[in-house]
């Protein structure tokens, strides 16, 4: 299922995508900013780094821009 994150002026920041356990965040080109691992309960961002527990996708997304 894909969500979609705007800014407050509508503009489109990016997405994230479920398949499976886990959530992919893309900024708004399409690449790829990062992940969550629903069985993990872990957010990390493009390079495998951890960036927390939680689903951090949205602050991921807003911060690519």
Do not use: C, P
């Not at 995508?17 to 992940?35: E, F, H, L, S, Y």
Request: charged share 30%.
């Amino acid at each position: 299922m894909r969500q979609v994150f705007k800014d407050r002026d509508g503009r489109l920041l990016g997405w994230s995508d479920r398949a499976g356990a886990r959530t992919t965040g893309r900024d708004q080109n399409g690449r790829m900013v990062g992940w969550y691992d629903i069985v993990r309960n872990e957010t990390r961002d493009q390079d495998g780094r951890l960036v927390g527990h939680g689903d951090l996708l949205a602050a991921l997304i807003s911060s690519a821009t």
